[in-house]
């Protein structure tokens, strides 16, 4: 049996800019590699939301790490599942900049965010990697 977890959260950037963005990705992309995670975070000045995927163990760490983060308010766990396959396996964590796949901003103001539905969520990362098709995107 695989130990492939899953885990999706949304959240508020604390403090965001471009500089605080390249912090987030240096260190995920780091940590992800070193724990055999891979995954997309989606990211706009009003929301992360962000797929995590490996090694059960690890995914848990890492999203524990990220509660704590001060780069980070409002965590809210959205999926935690046993997979059987990764989504994004050719990237230790690409970087969606939120132009197309996830709710507009008046989407946002309207509550879309906590509304949304496991399904839902899945749907826009099924969507995220069909969009940036096989290429890597994690440099």
Not at 100 to 118: F, K, L, N, Y
Request: charged share 30%.
């Amino acid at each position: 049996m695989s130990d492939l977890f899953q885990i999706i959260y949304r959240s508020r950037p604390f403090g965001f800019d471009e500089t605080s963005l390249a912090g987030i990705l240096l260190d995920a992309r780091r940590c992800n590699t070193r724990d055999a995670i891979t995954g997309a975070l989606v990211c706009r000045h009003d929301i992360f939301v962000q797929l995590l995927e490996g090694p059960e163990a690890n995914v848990r760490a890492a999203f524990q790490r990220i509660e704590r983060d001060d780069r980070h308010v409002n965590v809210v766990q959205l999926v935690g599942e046993a997979v059987s396959e990764r989504l994004f396996g050719d990237w230790a964590m690409l970087h969606d900049p939120a132009e197309s796949e996830i709710w507009s901003e008046a989407e946002m103001a309207d509550g879309a965010a906590e509304r949304a539905t496991p399904e839902e969520v899945r749907a826009m990362f099924a969507a995220l990697r069909v969009a940036q098709g096989e290429g890597r995107m994690d440099a």
